[in-house]
């Protein structure tokens, strides 16, 4: 059985997703059009917003390091036009405020709840370790220690994600899992790759599938791999012209799927 529990919607088009902590997802949404990007953050148990259309002072042109501890670590870009990141801002998602922010250096990694930062010189760089909290300047780092860093704690709590794979006919599958996607193809319901995620009996599975104006519709089903029946049958994209790929995740027993690129629904899967 899968329930819905709710669903998040603010018209705006939905940018990433990132793991904030065990409890909370942060949202990134961008308007291109206006130049202006927000941060959400939001309970995944009850979808309550703890963050809400959230900005910093710079509309644009900033983005998101990492989450730790309940702190978000933003960055700013060297030039509108470059990737090349600048400025560490840690921003406390509890208080909703900003902790700290160092305009000279820019973020590497978190390591023992420690943020790795770099400035960059002519030839190579130099690295320092900051206070997580204050952003106080704790040591300088010699290129011995930064190789003995590990980045893994960059990883946001990925663990309890489970995010779709691309199906070919070498992955290792039930074979119920693989007659349900071969007969799908033979009946020309699905339109290039097809992206699945098998949690014990059921088969979550998105693919885009043509419409009789020549355009496409994307498509997620919730199988019951011993069945076969479908227990849950949703259009996320209507009427669009170009593949769109990362529709659904996991979070241990809850399912997440965008529509239309804009709204994030919530399911419990029981």
């Not at 420690?114 to 370790?129: D, H, M, N, P």
């Not at 990925?158 to 349900?180: C, Q, R």
């Not at 996607?181 to 020309?188: D, L, Y």
């Amino acid at each position: 059985m899968i329930k819905k529990l709710y669903s998040f919607n603010n018209n705006r088009e939905i940018w990433r997703i990132i793991p904030a902590g065990e409890e909370n997802l942060l949202i990134e949404e961008r308007n291109k059009k206006t130049k202006e990007v927000y941060f959400n953050c939001l309970n995944i148990n009850s979808g309550k917003k703890i963050l809400n259309g959230f900005q910093l002072s710079e509309k644009f042109w900033v983005g998101v390091e990492a989450v730790h501890n309940d702190i978000i670590f933003f960055h700013k870009f060297l030039k509108p036009d470059l990737p090349t990141h600048k400025s560490i801002i840690a921003f406390d998602i509890k208080k909703k405020s900003v902790l700290w922010e160092n305009t000279d250096l820019s973020f590497y990694s978190i390591s023992d709840n420690s943020v790795i930062a770099y400035k960059s010189l002519f030839e190579g760089r130099e690295y320092y370790k900051l206070n997580l909290n204050t952003g106080e300047l704790l040591k300088e780092l010699k290129d011995i220690q930064i190789e003995t860093i590990s980045t893994g704690s960059n990883k946001n709590e990925l663990e309890e994600f489970t995010f779709s794979s691309i199906y070919t006919d070498e992955i290792e599958l039930k074979e119920a899992v693989k007659k349900y996607i071969k007969k799908a193809k033979e009946e020309k319901v699905v339109v290039g790759k097809v992206e699945f995620i098998v949690q014990k009996s059921i088969l979550f599975i998105s693919f885009h599938s043509p419409t009789k104006s020549g355009k496409l519709n994307k498509i997620f089903n919730a199988v019951d791999i011993v069945t076969g029946k479908i227990i849950l049958n949703k259009i996320i994209n209507y009427n669009i012209e170009v593949f769109i790929p990362d529709s659904f995740f996991l979070i241990k027993n809850l399912l997440f799927v965008i529509f239309e690129e804009k709204k994030l629904e919530c399911y419990k899967i029981q």
